[in-house]
C-alpha cells in the first residue's frame, strides 16, 4: 500500500524525523491523510506512544481504518472519548501506541497526571490552524513542553485560508505550537506540479443554464441580500462595512465577516440588526439550496421559513418580522418558488391558464377535463397509465409543474455517453479487458441530501420521457409527500391557537377545536361529537374535526390568491375517511420503497440494462480526504462531479498518477452564472492568495526562541502564598502550590487554560456546586452573557446561587464578556425583549405587583424585564453573592490570581464533596463522573421538571434522552417525584395518545 | 460629589428606610445620576452611604473617571459605611476606557467589605438599577425562579436549541415533518418521537446536514456519562 507518490514521499521524508517538530501546512486533495497515516505507521511501536490530537470523530475511525488496511492494526489506532473510564484509559496510555483522544480529555488526564506526559514520544495534531491562544490544543502544548522536552509535535493543516487571523498570523500559530519549522507545499510547489502534470486526466466541464423561474429566484434573492445589506449599512453608518458588497455575497463566510465586524459592538446593535445579519446567513443559504434542492423541498424549506418568522416562540404573530420578506422580490422568490412545484388553479381562475409557465400539455388537459366537470377517475390508482390521468391524491385546483432541476438532464446525457463509450472500447478489435479500473462511475456531490436525491432521480428515470421530465415519477412522489405535510402543517397551524388556551391543563389536549372562545358546554358538546367520530380521526392525521364548516370559507375566499395551505389543509379534511386513510397507507408504502431505493445497485439494471452488474453507477459525497480510499477502492474511470470541487479534482490527479495505466475522465458539472460556479472561482483564488502570504510571512518570518518553562510550583509564582499565622514573625513558604479547581465541564470554556497560563495550578474535578473553587471559601459561578440571559429564563442561576450560598462562605457570580466584544450590558436590555416571557404569566402579575406601588418594571411592562432587572432581583435574595464583572477571560485570569493572594488554598477531595450528598446515587461517582455528555446534560435540564439540583441523579439514574423518552409514567414519577414526573413525561409524549389508540 | 456640606448641621428630614422613596445623600445633589433616577420618589436625607435604596439596602455611587483622579476616596466611604446594611452596593460608573485595573482592584476590596458590585454603563443604565433595586424591594424572586408552568413550544424549542447548531427554524421542521418520516404517519412530533427518529431520516429533512444531525443524535442518544 506504500505506493506514495515521488512528492509525498520526499515530504515524507522531510518531516519522519522523531527529533524535529514543525508545521506542515499542504493544499487539499494531495492526500494529506495517506501522508499522516504513513507517518504514523512509522512511529506505531508498543514501546512508544504517539497521540492524535484534534481529530473529528469521522476522522479518527477513518484515519484508524485507514492504518489498518496499511497494515498496523495490532492493535492499530485506539480511540479515547468519554465513554472510556479513567482506569481504562490509564492503562492504555502505560501499555503504548497509537492512540487518539478528545482534547478535552487530554487536557484533564495531563493535569490529573493520568497520562505519563514525560514518557510521550511525540503528538501528531491535525487541523493546525485552528490553534488559538485561548484553545484548548495550545493548552496542551504547553502542558506537554512543560514536562517533556524531547517528543516531537508534528502538526498538519490543509486550510492555509484559516491561518489569517492578527498581523502574523502564521507565526502567532507557531508560537502557540512552540514550533520553530514551517513546510508549506501548494499544489504550485514545483515537485508536486511536475509530478501531478505528467499524467492529466480527461476534464470536460459541461455549463449549464439555471431555468428561467431559477433564474428568477436567483436574481430576486440577490436583490433580498442587496436590500438587507443596505439596510444593515444604513443602521450602523459609523461601521466599516465598504469592503461587505454583494460580491461577497456568494462567498461562504459572508455573513460571518458582517458578523466579525460587528462583533465589537454586538451587545450594543438591537435585535433589528441581529435579525438582518440572520437574514444574510439565511439568503446565502437560499442560494445553495436553490440549485441542489428539488422544486418541492426548495418550496417547502421557504415554506417552514415563513412559518418560523411569522410566528414567535409562543404561536403569536411575531412583532419584528425579517425585512426582505416584506419586499417585492421577496414576494417573487416566494411565487416563483411555488410555480415550480405547482399551479393553483380553480373553476374561476381556469381563464387565465395560459400565463402559467411550463406546463405540459397532458397536465393542462387534465386540469381542462375537470373544469369540464370530469371527477377524477378513482380507478387508475397511481395516474401512472399511458394516457396521465390525474392522480386520485391530488386536491383540486391544484395542477403539478415539477420543474425538474436542469442537472438531472445533463446528468442523464453524460450517463448515455459514458455507456457508449464503454461498448465502444469493447467493440474494438484489439480489445483486452482493462487490468485495472472498473466501469464504475462515481457521481460525486457536495452533501448527501443532493446525492441521495440523485440516486432516487436515477433510480425512477424515464429515459425516453421528453428532457425535463425524465424525473416526474419521482417529483411527483415528492408532491404527494409535500401535500401531505402541508396538510398537516396547516392542521398543525389551526391547532396551536387553542394550544395556547388548553395549555394550563396539564394533559394538553390537543384535539381540540379550532376556535377558543368556545363556551363551556359547546366544548363538551364537540368533545363527545369527537368521539363519535374518533373512528374517522384518527385516520385523518390530525385534522381538526371542525374542518368541514370552517372549509366552505375558505373555499370560497381563496380563489387562487389566498393561503393555499388552507385550502390543501381543507381539501385532506374533506376527503372521505377511507380515501385518506389508503392514501396514508400508500405514503406508507412510498416511504418504505424510497426506502428500498437506497440500495441503488439492486434497482439498477432495469435502467441500465445494458451494462453489467458490476459496472454500476455509485453516488458519493465529497469527504475530503476520505475520497482517496473510495478511489483506490473502486478503482473507477469515470468521474462526475455533480458539483465542481477543486479537492476532489487534485484527488483525481494524485489517483490518476499513481494508476499509470489508467485512463480517467471527469465530467465536472456547473450551473452558469450561479453561485456554485462563483463559489468555485473565489475558493480557487482564496486558496492561492492564503499560500502567497504564508509563503511570504514564512520568509520575514522573526522565529521566537521559546524559553523552557518551570514547571507550576518551582517557579517564583508560588511564593505567593505566604502564612501569617507562623510564629514569631516568620514568614514561611507554604508548601502547597497556588492552585484552583476547576469543573470538569469547565474545560469547554478558555478560562482554565488562561488560569494555567497565569502559574496556577489547574485542577479538574466534578463539582456539583460552582465552577471554580479559589479557596475554601469562594466559589464562583461563571457565565458568559449568553449564558447568563439564558439561566435567567430558565431560573437555573438562582438555584444555583442557593446551591453556593449554602455551602460557601463567599458564593460569588463571575459575569465574563468576551475579548474583542463590548464591554458593556446595555444592550442587552434592549435584545431582552425578544426573549420576554410569552404573555401568559405576566398580565396576571401585573395588577398585584401595581397594587404594592411598585410598578412591575421601569420600563414598558409588556417588555418584560430587563437583565439588570433580574440581576438587582439576584442580588436582592442573595445579598451574600458577590458579583465579579470581567471583560474578558484574561482579566479573570488575572482577579483569581488577586482574589487568591494571602488566602489558604482549596481543598479537591471536599470540593467534590460539596453538595453532592444529597445527590444519592451520583454522589459515590463524584470522583470520577469525568466523562459527561455536555451536550445531553444541557439538553436535559431544559426539560420541565428536571432543573439544576436533580439533573445529576437522572443522569446517573437514566442512560441516555432517549432512555427517559421511553420510560413510562410511572418510572419517571418516581425518578423525579409525582409533579415534575407527570410535568416531565406530559412534554415528552404531548400529542402521542392519538397512536396509542392506533396501537 | 463630596460637596454640599451645607446640610451637615441640620436635624435629619426623614427617618430612613422607611416609606417608598429612595433617600439620596446630599452629597449626591449635582450628580446628573438624580435626573435618570426615573419611576420612583426621591428624597434627601442624613445617611452614610450614597443612597438608600431600601430598609437594609445601600449603594455607594462611584465613577471610575473620578476613581482615577481620587483613588483613596472610595476607600474612605467604605470605611465610614462600617458594617451597617445588609446588602452593599457599589455601583460602578464604567465611563473609562481602561476599565480593567481598577475594577479588579476594586473587586477585591469590595469582597474584603462584602459589597456587592454593579457596573453601568450610562447614567439610564445607572439610573434604572437603583430606582429598580427601590421597586423590587418587596418583590418575590418568581422572575428569576424555575417556573413551574410555560407553554409546550417554547420549552421544545429551548430544549432543541440547545444542541449545538439546531436553529428555531430546524425545530420548526423536526416538530412537523418528523411524524411523515416515521413509519407511523399518524403519529405525531412529539418530544419522544424526535428522540426516535433515525439519523437517516432526519437527514432527509431540509436544512438538516450531517453535522447537525450527528450533533442532534449525539444529544439524544450518547449515554449521559460513561460506566465507570
Known amino acids: 500500500m506504500d505506493n506514495l507518490l515521488p512528492f509525498q514521499a520526499s515530504i515524507l521524508k522531510e518531516i519522519h524525523d522523531p527529533a524535529t517538530s514543525e508545521l506542515i501546512v499542504l493544499a487539499r486533495g494531495l492526500g494529506l491523510r495517506r501522508i499522516l497515516c504513513t507517518l504514523m505507521k512509522i512511529y506505531d511501536s508498543p514501546r512508544s506512544l504517539v497521540l492524535l490530537v484534534n481529530a473529528s470523530p469521522e476522522e479518527e475511525s477513518a484515519i484508524g481504518e485507514l492504518l489498518g488496511i496499511m497494515g498496523c492494526r495490532n492493535p492499530g489506532l485506539r480511540i479515547v472519548g468519554y465513554e472510556m473510564g479513567k482506569r481504562d484509559r490509564q492503562d492504555l496510555y502505560r501499555k503504548g501506541g497509537l492512540i487518539s483522544v478528545t482534547s478535552r480529555i487530554l487536557v484533564v488526564d495531563m493535569l490529573q497526571s493520568d497520562i505519563p506526559t514525560e514518557l510521550i514520544t511525540g503528538i501528531v495534531m491535525v487541523h493546525g490552524e485552528k490553534v488559538t491562544n485561548l484553545s484548548l490544543e495550545a493548552f496542551i502544548v504547553r502542558l506537554y513542553r512543560e514536562k517533556n522536552t524531547s517528543g516531537f509535535l508534528k502538526a498538519f493543516s490543509d486550510q492555509p485560508e484559516h491561518i489569517t487571523s492578527g498581523m502574523s498570523p502564521l507565526r502567532s500559530i507557531m508560537k502557540e505550537m512552540q514550533l520553530r519549522k514551517v513546510h508549506i507545499y501548494p499544489r504550485y510547489h514545483e515537485e508536486i506540479k511536475e509530478n501531478l502534470d505528467q499524467r492529466r486526466p480527461d476534464l470536460i466541464e459541461l455549463a449549464t443554464d439555471l431555468t428561467e423561474p431559477m433564474k428568477d429566484i436567483h436574481s430576486a434573492i440577490v436583490q433580498c441580500m442587496i436590500t438587507t445589506l443596505a439596510e444593515l449599512k444604513r443602521s450602523h453608518s459609523t461601521l466599516d462595512l465598504d469592503d461587505v458588497n454583494i460580491d461577497n455575497a456568494h462567498f461562504r463566510w459572508f455573513d460571518a465577516i458582517v458578523r466579525r465586524q460587528l462583533d465589537p459592538v454586538w451587545h450594543k446593535v438591537g435585535p433589528k440588526t441581529k435579525q438582518l445579519v440572520g437574514d444574510l446567513a439565511t439568503l446565502r443559504r437560499l442560494l445553495s439550496y436553490l440549485v441542489t434542492y428539488d422544486a418541492l423541498a426548495f418550496h417547502a424549506y421557504l415554506e417552514t421559513l415563513v412559518l418560523s418568522n411569522t410566528t414567535n416562540a409562543s404561536g403569536n404573530a411575531r412583532q419584528n418580522q425579517s425585512p426582505w420578506m416584506l419586499t417585492d422580490a421577496a414576494n417573487i422568490i416566494f411565487k416563483t418558488a411555488k410555480r415550480r412545484c405547482y399551479v393553483l388553479t380553480s373553476k374561476h381562475t381556469l381563464a387565465s391558464q395560459p400565463e402559467v409557465i411550463d406546463v405540459d400539455d397532458e397536465d393542462a388537459w387534465a386540469a381542462l377535463d375537470e373544469a369540464e366537470g370530469f371527477t377524477p377517475q378513482i380507478g387508475t390508482t397511481n395516474g401512472r397509465g399511458t394516457e396521465p390521468k390525474r392522480p386520485r391524491w391530488l386536491p383540486d385546483g391544484i395542477d403539478p409543474v415539477l420543474e425538474e432541476l436542469p442537472k438531472w438532464t445533463v446528468l442523464a446525457d453524460i450517463l448515455q455517453e459514458i455507456e457508449e463509450e464503454i461498448i465502444r472500447q469493447e467493440t474494438l478489435t484489439n480489445f483486452k479487458p482493462p487490468t485495472i479500473g472498473s466501469n464504475t462511475v462515481l457521481i460525486m456531490t457536495s452533501s448527501a441530501r443532493s446525492a441521495e436525491l440523485i440516486s432516487e432521480f436515477l433510480s425512477d428515470m424515464d429515459a425516453s420521457a421528453p428532457r425535463g421530465r425524465m424525473g416526474k415519477k419521482m417529483m411527483e412522489r415528492k408532491l404527494r409527500r409535500y401535500l401531505w405535510w402541508k396538510g398537516r402543517l396547516a392542521a398543525d397551524k389551526r391547532g396551536s391557537s387553542s394550544l395556547e388556551n388548553t395549555s394550563s391543563q396539564p394533559q394538553g389536549r390537543k384535539q381540540d377545536n379550532g376556535s377558543g372562545q368556545v363556551s363551556e358546554a359547546l366544548a363538551r358538546k364537540d368533545k363527545s361529537k369527537a368521539d363519535r367520530s374518533a373512528n374517522r380521526r384518527r385516520l385523518r392525521g390530525g385534522a381538526p374535526t371542525v374542518a368541514p364548516t370552517r372549509t366552505e370559507a375558505t373555499r370560497t375566499g381563496t380563489t387562487g390568491t389566498g393561503d393555499d395551505a388552507d385550502t390543501i389543509a381543507a381539501f385532506m379534511a374533506t376527503q372521505t375517511g377511507t380515501a385518506d386513510a389508503d392514501a396514508g397507507a400508500d405514503i406508507d408504502q412510498d416511504l418504505l420503497m424510497a426506502q428500498m431505493l437506497s440500495q441503488l445497485d439492486t434497482e439498477y439494471d432495469d435502467v441500465f440494462g445494458l451494462v453489467a452488474p458490476e459496472q454500476t453507477v455509485l453516488v458519493r459525497t465529497y469527504a475530503d480526504d476520505g475520497d482517496e480510499q473510495v478511489l483506490a477502492e473502486l478503482q473507477p474511470r469515470f468521474f462526475i462531479m455533480y458539483e465542481p470541487s477543486t479537492d476532489f479534482l487534485r484527488q483525481i490527479e494524485v489517483y490518476r498518477n499513481s494508476n499509470p495505466g489508467l485512463g480517467v475522465r471527469a465530467y465536472i458539472m456547473t450551473y452558469h452564472n450561479s453561485t456554485e460556479e462563483q463559489k468555485y472561482l473565489t475558493a480557487q483564488r482564496r486558496e492561492k492568495e492564503a499560500f502567497e502570504r504564508l509563503i511570504r510571512e514564512r520568509g520575514s518570518m522573526l522565529l521566537p526562541i521559546y524559553e523552557s518553562r518551570q514547571p507550576v510550583g518551582k517557579g517564583h509564582a508560588m511564593i505567593k502564598t505566604i502564612s501569617s499565622r507562623a510564629a514569631g514573625g516568620r514568614t514561611e513558604l507554604s508548601t502547597a502550590p497556588s492552585q484552583v479547581i476547576v469543573d470538569m465541564r469547565e474545560f469547554r470554556s478558555t478560562l482554565p487554560s488562561l488560569l494555567h497560563a497565569a502559574g496556577q495550578l489547574v485542577v479538574p474535578a466534578t463539582l456539583t456546586v460552582g465552577d471554580y473553587i479559589l479557596t475554601p471559601d469562594i466559589c464562583v459561578e461563571r457565565k458568559s452573557i449568553p449564558d447568563l440571559v439564558q439561566s435567567f429564563n430558565s431560573g437555573r442561576l438562582y438555584t444555583q446561587c442557593e446551591l453556593m450560598s449554602v455551602h460557601y462562605k463567599q458564593p460569588i457570580l463571575l459575569i465574563e464578556f468576551e475579548e474583542n466584544k463590548s464591554f458593556s450590558l446595555e444592550a442587552i436590555s434592549e435584545t431582552t425583549k425578544t426573549y420576554a416571557k410569552p404573555s401568559g404569566k405576566y398580565p396576571t402579575k401585573k395588577p398585584a405587583a401595581g397594587a404594592s406601588s411598585a410598578a412591575a418594571d421601569a420600563g414598558d411592562p409588556r417588555v418584560g424585564p430587563t437583565i439588570q432587572s433580574k440581576l438587582v432581583l439576584l442580588t436582592l435574595h442573595f445579598p451574600r453573592v458577590r458579583i465579579i464583572w470581567s471583560s474578558s477571560p484574561f482579566a479573570t485570569a488575572d482577579i483569581f490570581a488577586d482574589l487568591k493572594m494571602n488566602l489558604p488554598e482549596p481543598d479537591p477531595s471536599k470540593a467534590i464533596l460539596v453538595g453532592a450528598e444529597d445527590q444519592g446515587a451520583s454522589g459515590s461517582q463524584g470522583g470520577q463522573g469525568d466523562g459527561v455528555n455536555a451536550a445531553a446534560e444541557e439538553l436535559l435540564q431544559c426539560l420541565p421538571g428536571i432543573n439544576a439540583k436533580n439533573v445529576q441523579y437522572v443522569m446517573g439514574r437514566v442512560g441516555s434522552v432517549r432512555e427517559l423518552c421511553d420510560m413510562d409514567r410511572k418510572d419517571v414519577q418516581t425518578l423525579l417525584g409525582v409533579e415534575p414526573g407527570n410535568a416531565c413525561y406530559d412534554f415528552m409524549h404531548r400529542g402521542e395518545r392519538k397512536k396509542k389508540a392506533v396501537s | ?228
Open chain 2, 1 to 228: 460629589m463630596s460637596t454640599a456640606q451645607a446640610t451637615r448641621d441640620k436635624p435629619p428630614v426623614v427617618v430612613p428606610g422607611s416609606g417608598n422613596n429612595i433617600i439620596i445623600n446630599p452629597n449626591q445633589r449635582l450628580n446628573p445620576l438624580l435626573e435618570c433616577i426615573r419611576n420612583v420618589g426621591k428624597q434627601f436625607g442624613e445617611i452614610v452611604p450614597d443612597f438608600q435604596v431600601g430598609r437594609t439596602t445601600c449603594v455607594l455611587y462611584l465613577s471610575l473617571k473620578y476613581h482615577r483622579l481620587h483613588p483613596e476616596y472610595i476607600h474612605a466611604r467604605i470605611e465610614k459605611l462600617g458594617h451597617a446594611f445588609n446588602l452593599r452596593i457599589l455601583l460602578i460608573m464604567c465611563d473609562v476606557s481602561e476599565h480593567q485595573d481598577p475594577i479588579r482592584e476594586l473587586t477585591k476590596t469590595c469582597l474584603i467589605n462584602n459589597i456587592t458590585i454593579i457596573v453601568a454603563w450610562s447614567l439610564d443604565e445607572a439610573g434604572h438599577y437603583l430606582s429598580t433595586f427601590k421597586q423590587f424591594e418587596h418583590k418575590p424572586p418568581d422572575l428569576i425562579k424555575e417556573r413551574a408552568e410555560k407553554d409546550y413550544d417554547s420549552v421544545l424549542r429551548a430544549a432543541l436549541t440547545s444542541i449545538n447548531k439546531v436553529n428555531k427554524t430546524d425545530v420548526e421542521t423536526l416538530r412537523t415533518s418528523v411524524g411523515l418520516t416515521t413509519l407511523c404517519p399518524n403519529g405525531t412530533q412529539s418530544f419522544a418521537d424526535i428522540a426516535r427518529t433515525p439519523s437517516d431520516q432526519l437527514l432527509a429533512l431540509p436544512g438538516f446536514g450531517q453535522v447537525k444531525v450527528r450533533r442532534i443524535k449525539d444529544a439524544l442518544e450518547r449515554p449521559f456519562k460513561n460506566k465507570a
